[in-house]
């Protein structure tokens, strides 16, 4: 699909946005399962997913016991991954999450940010176990701390000068995860009331969806609805949680096929009543919007991703990256930035630089 780079590279040039990212905070302790050892120093890892479940179906009952080998320990979760890849693209980032390591300050993997970035923590970092593959990932977090966060949390651990910092000079602010957070609705709140400017977009990465219950989730949209009213309000989803979304109004999401997607995501953005509804899947992404219509535009598939944990936030980060500044990008331009932050994450295991993001453009179009 065509888009005008130069246009694109100058946005960032010349933008003046500030992005604010909350409030989770993990370290990711990623392994990768042996399938057969060959040597002390060769094996072959399992490279589905599917093929490693099945290894363990077919034991039944009993134990399973298998070998793993470490790949990396690194910041996890939505506020550290999505925080990388805006503040990589150069944008004035604020990060605030559970980032200490047992009250004795930040965790080590949380300070790799750049000096453009400010970064504060609210209590102790959660823990990650993710194991990957080719075709995708399992994480199991450890939510303790994480899922009391509230409004009480933020404003007994930071001032009222660095919360009016963070948040009020914000441009966008993304909040992750609902699924973890039980006093989501009243901090959405909480914040929107107190904090945000009228023309503050506020980001939400609702994570695995299928945690909590359908009514959670439609009480949930209502309150977000409310606020999208004067806060202009984004949803980002993966093909899972947008399967499970569609389904509750009576509509298939087909993450491999995009012949209907911009129609239907469109039916549901108005049932939600959000300002714009944004899904990213391996194959495409697609969004609706209010005032700019629906669009898709194709993703540069990969076949054997370094990594992929986080690919979800790298795009989320590349989208919010791209409204940082308001009316400087085109939806279709937007959902190219956060293809492409996406797929140079998943074939460099990095966060792309503009240059870097430069140069994945252009392998696209």
Not at 57 to 71: F, S, T
Not at 148 to 153: E, F, I, Q
Not at 232 to 244: C, G, K, Q, R, V
Request: proline content about 3%; some cysteine; hydrophobic content about 40%.
């Amino acid at each position: 699909m065509s888009v005008n780079i130069e246009k694109i590279m100058n946005y960032f040039e010349t933008q003046k946005g500030k992005v604010a990212l909350g409030i989770d905070g993990f370290v990711d302790e990623v392994w990768q399962i042996i399938k057969v050892r060959t040597s002390p120093t060769e094996y072959e890892l399992y490279d589905k997913m599917q093929d490693f479940a099945k290894s363990v179906y077919d034991v039944g009952a009993g134990g399973y016991a298998n070998e793993m080998v470490r790949k990396r320990r690194s910041h996890g979760g939505f506020t550290a991954h999505t925080g990388e890849a805006v503040d990589n693209l150069g944008i004035d980032t604020t990060l605030i999450g559970m980032f200490d390591k047992d009250g004795g300050g930040l965790d080590p993997v949380y300070k790799t940010f750049s000096d453009n970035c400010k970064v504060y923590s609210i209590g102790n970092t959660g823990l990650c176990p993710a194991y990957e593959f080719n075709d995708g990932k399992m994480m199991f977090p450890y939510v303790a701390g994480i899922n009391t966060v509230d409004w009480s949390t933020l404003t007994g651990a930071l001032s009222k000068e660095e919360l009016s910092a963070a948040f009020c000079n914000a441009t966008v602010v993304g909040i992750g995860y609902w699924s973890l957070l039980d006093n989501f609705d009243n901090l959405i709140t909480k914040i929107c009331e107190n904090l945000l400017k009228p023309d503050t977009r506020i980001f939400f990465d609702f994570a695995d969806i299928r945690k909590r219950d359908k009514q959670a989730l439609m009480n949930t949209l209502k309150v977000l609805a409310k606020l999208s009213k004067k806060t202009p309000a984004t949803l980002s989803l993966n093909e899972h949680e947008a399967s499970i979304l569609f389904s509750h109004y009576d509509k298939v999401f087909d993450w491999k096929n995009a012949d209907n997607a911009d129609k239907d995501i469109e039916y549901v953005r108005q049932q939600t009543g959000l300002d714009e509804l944004v899904v990213h899947t391996p194959f495409f992404a697609v969004a609706a919007t209010a005032f700019e219509g629906n669009v898709v535009v194709p993703q540069r598939y990969c076949t054997k991703p370094l990594v992929t944990t986080g690919a979800g936030d790298n795009f989320n980060g590349g989208y919010m990256a791209a409204i940082a500044e308001k009316g400087g990008l085109t939806l279709k331009e937007r959902l190219m930035v956060g293809n492409c932050v996406s797929g140079h994450y998943l074939r460099n295991g990095a966060s792309p630089t503009r240059a870097e993001l430069k140069a994945e453009m252009s392998e696209h179009v």
